[in-house]
């Protein structure tokens, strides 16, 4: 519990379970913030242009040591930057075409890069997963669009982190023994209802509560920053 409340079990994987072991990439989602939130500090925004130099640096890195996927940050997190390189490049004048063919083109990729049975493809992972990205952004207008801003598509978007979180410790145990009836046809639909129904519970109760407090800190901070200004001049 110790190295899952501090992000480090990604290196200290003697530590991960079952109920745990899909914790090490919110290992490699905090080790990136906190990366870049030192890179702001020392350099302001205009240092987030590392992330360009560092995202194929860790690529070059994953093709030295053969880690078509791994789980340790270095090799690991041009995943991450990948998509920081699609935030920081896109502006809605400058888009992809809204081709139906390159996108399908750009998710067969996608979709090969990231089959373990692709190889040394899978070094372009990260860079497909932005392009797929980048070109689904473009469609906004779009039916594809429409149908990946609609009312279920968003709820499981809101919902996502916690489903990911919760769902392993569902399908562990006595969730996963018994006869293959009993496990697809009884237990699997429950621990599909459970999961969704704590994710909702986590999302819009839990986390959405946290969530509000620390925007609410932040705001008095600096409304007190402002009035100490003001009282100062």
């Known amino acids: 519990m110790a190295w899952t409340a501090t992000f480090l079990e990604n290196y200290l994987t003697s530590h991960l379970n079952g109920y745990n072991s899909h ?3 919110l290992c490699v989602e905090m080790q990136f913030y906190v990366f870049i939130a030192i890179v702001v500090l020392i350099a302001g925004k205009r240092g987030l242009s590392i992330v360009f130099p560092v995202c194929v640096l860790i690529t070059c890195l994953r093709i ?18 990948s998509g920081a390189c699609v935030g920081l490049v896109y502006h809605e004048s400058r888009q992809f075409p809204k081709s139906y063919r390159l996108i399908f083109g750009i998710a067969l990729l996608w979709t090969v890069a990231s089959s373990p049975m692709s ?26 669009g429409a149908f990946l801003t609609s009312k279920p598509m968003r709820y499981v978007a809101a919902i996502s982190y916690a489903l990911y979180v919760i769902h392993h410790a569902l399908i562990q145990g006595w969730w996963n023994e018994g006869t293959v009836l009993a496990r697809y046809l009884l237990k699997r639909p429950l621990s599909f209802a459970l999961t969704f129904s704590l994710a909702h519970l986590s999302t819009f109760y839990w986390e959405r509560y946290w969530q509000n407090a620390s925007k609410a800190w932040i705001t008095r901070n600096r409304q007190n920053a402002g009035s100490a200004i003001e009282q100062i001049s």
Do not use: K, M
């Open 119 to 144: 190889g040394p493809l899978q070094y372009l992972r990260p860079y497909a997963s932005a392009l797929l990205i980048f070109a689904s952004l473009s469609h906004e207008q779009t039916n594809l």
């Open 64 to 81: 030295a040591n053969g880690a078509y996927v791994d789980i340790a940050t270095h090799l690991r997190a041009d995943e991450i930057l």
């Open 23 to 25: 914790f090490w990439s």
